[in-house]
Structures are given as C-alpha cells and as structure tokens.
C-alpha cells in the first residue's frame, strides 16, 4: 500500500487563503514587502548607529551648541 498523497495545490489552506484571488495575492505581496522594508531600515539604523556611536552629529551635538542663556550675557 503506498502512503497518501500530498494535497495538490489548490487545497492546501495557503493557496485558499491568499493566492486564490489576485486582489489577495497582490496585497499580501504589497504588504509583506513594505513591513520588510520597515524591519529592514530599522535594523541596519540600529546597527549602524552601535558601530558609529560618538561619531555622530546626534552624538557629539550638545559639545558645540550654544545655550541661548549664554548668548544673553
């Protein structure tokens, strides 16, 4: 006796979920890439802010304003 087949595709719960109607298919693209594309740019800031942290303008900022209240005097 041979083991059961594997569902062919178009029963599988994927293909009934998100590929069946292309406005789905499409939108499910769409949106899986721009929450990628959110991960994506959040890590690499993150990452590049720790390997350049002192470096930066955000960093070293506060050496070279000026407080308004000195100004004053």
Do not use: C
């Amino acid at each position: 006796m041979s083991p059961p087949l594997p569902p062919v595709a178009h029963e599988r719960p994927v293909y009934r979920g998100l590929i069946r109607r292309n406005a789905v298919y499409l939108t499910t693209i769409f949106a899986s890439a721009f929450a990628f594309e959110i991960a994506y740019d959040t890590t690499s800031n993150k990452i590049w802010d720790a390997m350049n942290r002192g470096r930066q303008w955000k960093d070293i900022k506060h050496r070279y304003m000026v407080k308004e209240e000195e100004d004053d005097e």
